[in-house]
C-alpha cells in the first residue's frame, strides 16, 4: 500500500483543516489507517484511527471533540477533519495503515505503510 498525505498548511488558531490520505495499492478496505503527528523534538504519537468499516473510530484524548475521521473505501482515501485548532495541534501529520486485525490501533510499530507526511502549523 502506497499512502499519499495532503491538506496540511498555516492557519489561525480555531480554524479548521482537512487532511487527506489517498492510499494505492492493495486492497485499502481491509485496513485499518491511523494518523499520527510528530512536533519538533517530541516522539510521534498518535492522533486518530479508523477501522477498515469505517465504524469504529478512535481519538488520542487531546483531539477529542475537535477531530473526527473518516472513510471512502470506494475512493481509497481516508480524512481527518480538524477543528477548533490549537497552535498544540502544530506538527507534522502522517497517514499509516495496518491490517486490520493486527497490532494496537494506537502503536506507531503496529503500521507496516506510512505516507510521507503533511506539515499542520496553528498560529496563535
Known amino acids: 500500500v502506497q499512502l499519499q498525505a495532503s491538506g496540511g498548511g498555516l492557519v489561525q488558531a480555531g480554524g479548521s483543516l482537512r487532511l487527506s490520505c489517498a492510499a494505492s495499492g492493495r486492497t485499502f478496505s481491509t485496513y485499518t489507517v491511523g494518523w499520527f503527528r510528530q512536533a519538533p523534538g517530541k516522539e510521534r504519537e498518535f492522533v486518530s484511527a479508523i477501522r477498515w468499516s469505517g465504524s469504529i473510530t478512535y481519538f488520542a484524548d487531546p483531539v477529542k471533540g475537535r477531530f473526527t475521521i473518516s472513510r471512502d473505501n470506494a475512493k481509497n482515501t481516508v480524512y481527518l477533519q480538524m477543528n477548533s485548532l490549537k497552535p498544540e495541534d502544530t506538527a507534522i501529520y502522517y497517514c499509516?495503515?495496518?491490517?486490520?486485525?493486527?497490532?494496537?490501533?494506537?502503536?506507531?510499530?503496529?503500521?507496516?505503510?506510512w505516507g510521507q507526511g503533511t506539515r499542520v502549523t496553528v498560529s496563535s
Open positions: 499509516a495503515a495496518k491490517w486490520d486485525y493486527s497490532g494496537i490501533y494506537y502503536d506507531v510499530s503496529a503500521y507496516s505503510y
